[in-house]
């Protein structure tokens, strides 16, 4: 058996996740940590390259790494590919966590082994030098008007449907740490997919808990995607937990949920797939909050169509759960009016080929959701709300308010 990297450097007892984060942040190297939906498993990646190349997802041939993609990404070429150069997996054990290699480093910055042993366990915050945050925060009065505006276009028969989305800013406290944030989304969303992505060059770190899958193929060839939209708490007013099964849906979310399923499978026509299961509309827990799902699954070996995922990734992005219905006419009023630029929110984000226990790879592709930009010592959070003819401007802003509560109880130590 070969020696590992870890091994060959002694790194055995220097192995923390903070280690890692706080030596990759010092070296300005774009990281990343995520754990997938029910699994206890936390990985994390680092690139060499300081500033990661932007492609788009061929599965087929990228190889092994993290893909970031901004909202805005007609053609696929504006996703941040972040090569794995390190990933390493940690296993929770009854008193620590256990690392094992995925990806070993051919070569490393001396440095990087310097600054792993000279940092010890301490956290290093978000910089405070620059209190100027560049995000623009939506006003309540302001998203009520965008809100209507959007109803009027439907009614006047633009679109079906928009997603329409705002901000919303939280200050950190002083002692933030991203790992133990991290840790805390971990255990308190064991089903969504948490993730922490740091890139340097434009000083920002995004962060979130995302209940949506875009596209995801594993090791066996099974592909899923997911149609989730309209929301309500997941509790009733006297604070106790709904069970899924008790739980009614008005017609507005019912529809603007078939909106989505809709486009998905006109996605699957438009490359003449025929043979998938459909499973739901489904209620699901997401935190705080309830969606409904339907699941569409693929397996790409009986059709022989293994880059299904590939073409899916490329037709998908934006579904009508981040967008609208049509596609480009809502795409185009999102731009117009918003009034800030969503960057990476509803982007899509996910491991891409990561090596698994089988030999072989498999790849999770997330919708950017329940997630927050952490730039200079504030977070800011971000929330959409799919808009019917149905919609009420006032109950959608409410609903909005109650997914930034995803992240906001975590930041505010209320879970
Ligand atoms: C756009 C978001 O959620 C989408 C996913 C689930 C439910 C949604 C809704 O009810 O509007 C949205 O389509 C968001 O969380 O920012």
Redesign the pocket.
């Known amino acids: 058996m070969t020696t590992s990297f870890l091994e060959k450097n002694k790194w055995a007892t220097l192995r923390s996740r903070q280690n890692l984060w706080n030596a990759s942040k010092k070296l300005a190297y774009p990281s990343v940590m995520w754990r997938l939906p029910r699994q206890s498993d936390k990985h994390f990646l680092s690139s060499f390259n300081e500033i990661p190349k932007k492609t788009k997802i061929d599965f087929e041939e990228i190889g092994s790494g993290f893909a970031f993609s901004p909202f805005v990404n007609p053609d696929g070429t504006e996703t941040f590919f972040l090569k794995a150069d390190l990933h390493y997996l940690f296993k929770e054990t009854e008193t620590d966590e256990r690392l094992e290699e995925i990806i070993s480093p051919t070569s490393i910055n001396p440095q990087f082994l310097e600054l792993m042993n000279d940092l010890g366990n301490h956290s290093i915050s978000i910089p405070q030098e620059n209190l100027k945050t560049t995000t623009h925060e939506t006003q309540k009065e302001d998203f009520i008007r965008l809100v209507s505006n959007g109803i009027n276009q439907i009614e006047s028969g633009l679109f079906q449907k928009v997603?329409l989305?705002r901000t919303k800013h939280v200050i950190l406290s002083s002692d933030f740490d991203v790992v133990s944030v991290f840790d805390k989304l971990c255990k308190t969303y064991p089903a969504a997919f948490v993730s922490v992505v740091s890139l340097p060059h434009l000083g920002v770190v995004w962060m979130g808990a995302s209940p949506?899958t875009l596209v995801s193929q594993d090791s066996k060839g099974i592909f899923r995607t997911m149609a989730?939209?309209?929301?309500q708490s997941a509790f009733d007013c006297e604070g106790n937990l709904i069970k899924p099964s008790e739980a009614l849906w008005r017609q507005k979310e019912i529809e603007?949920q078939s909106f989505v399923t809709r486009y998905i499978i006109n996605c699957l026509k438009k490359i003449r797939v025929r043979e998938f299961e459909e499973e739901g509309p489904k209620t699901i827990i997401a935190g705080n909050l309830m969606?409904l799902r339907t699941d569409i699954i693929i397996n790409t070996m009986d059709i022989n169509f293994p880059q299904l995922a590939t073409v899916m990734l490329d037709l998908l992005h934006p579904t009508s759960?981040?967008c609208g219905m049509p596609k480009i006419p809502a795409t185009d009023f999102i731009l117009a009016n918003e009034g800030y630029n969503r960057e990476f929110y509803?982007g899509f984000l996910g491991p891409v080929n990561t090596p698994s226990a089988d030999g072989l790879t498999e790849s999770h592709i997330f919708v950017n959701?329940?997630t927050m930009k952490l730039q200079n010592n504030v977070a800011t959070l971000?929330?959409?709300?799919?808009i019917t003819a149905d919609s009420d401007a006032e109950k959608e802003w409410q609903?909005t308010e109650m997914?930034t509560q995803t992240l906001g109880k975590v930041l505010n130590n209320e879970v």
């Open positions: 997603v989305s949506e989730l939209a309209g929301t603007e969606h759960a981040v509803s959701l329940r971000y929330a959409g709300c799919g609903e997914k």
